[in-house]
């Protein structure tokens, strides 16, 4: 006869739940990544003389994705993620082994020029870990805040940049492209 008493109460609880799981559905993003700008912050290191070594720069993003496919694990190598590939017979780096890009703008006489630096090798570009642990193709939104260095000497002191960034997602897909707000590098101290 416990079940009589217990029924009425079991129904309420399982129409609940549904009614609570109704509440909760999936976002329905694009699969190709959209962003926007957060947030950028700059620290200079001093180097004991009134300059600065290097500033860290933490440019943060907004973002949305369809199906979760954001960031690269370090063992992400093999194409189409490799290091570097082979076109025409050079050996050139290539463009999906990173999935976030900045360029560099400077402020010069009020307008905002692109930057390129004088070392081939010097990039503010590289990856961010995976947002999601497993590969599920679920819909994703969040922050992620990419750091990097800018090298001292590169910029005069004071100097105003700017940077534009996209990022790509595992399936090759280039979200669309933002611009940070301006800061200042290379401060005296």
């Known amino acids: 006869m416990m079940f009589k008493k217990t029924a009425p109460v079991s129904l309420l609880l399982f129409i609940l ?36 070594i290097q500033d860290s720069i933490f440019v943060s993003i907004n973002y949305r994705d369809g199906n979760g496919d954001l960031g690269l694990d370090p063992t992400d190598t093999q194409p189409p993620f490799q290091e570097f590939e082979v076109i ?3 050996t050139v780096p290539n463009f999906f082994s990173r999935n ?8 010069v006489g009020g307008s905002y020029v692109p930057f390129v630096f004088d070392n081939d090798s010097t990039s503010l570009s590289g990856r961010f870990p ?3 642990e497993e590969d599920d193709a679920n819909p994703v939104e969040g922050i992620i805040t990419y750091k990097d260095i800018i090298p001292g000497g590169v910029f005069p002191p004071n100097d105003t940049v700017r940077f534009r960034v996209i ?23």
């Open 167 to 189: 990022i790509i997602d595992r399936d090759l897909n280039i979200s669309n492209e933002i611009t940070t707000d301006s800061i200042i590098i290379n401060q005296a101290f």
């Open 130 to 132: 995976r947002v999601l």
């Open 100 to 107: 976030i890009y900045l360029r560099v703008e400077r402020r």
């Open 88 to 90: 025409d017979d050079d």
């Open 17 to 52: 739940l549904l009614a609570i799981q109704g509440c909760f559905t999936k976002p329905d993003f694009p699969f190709e990544t959209t962003i926007s700008f957060e947030g950028i912050q700059s620290i200079g290191v001093p180097d004991g003389n009134g300059g600065t």
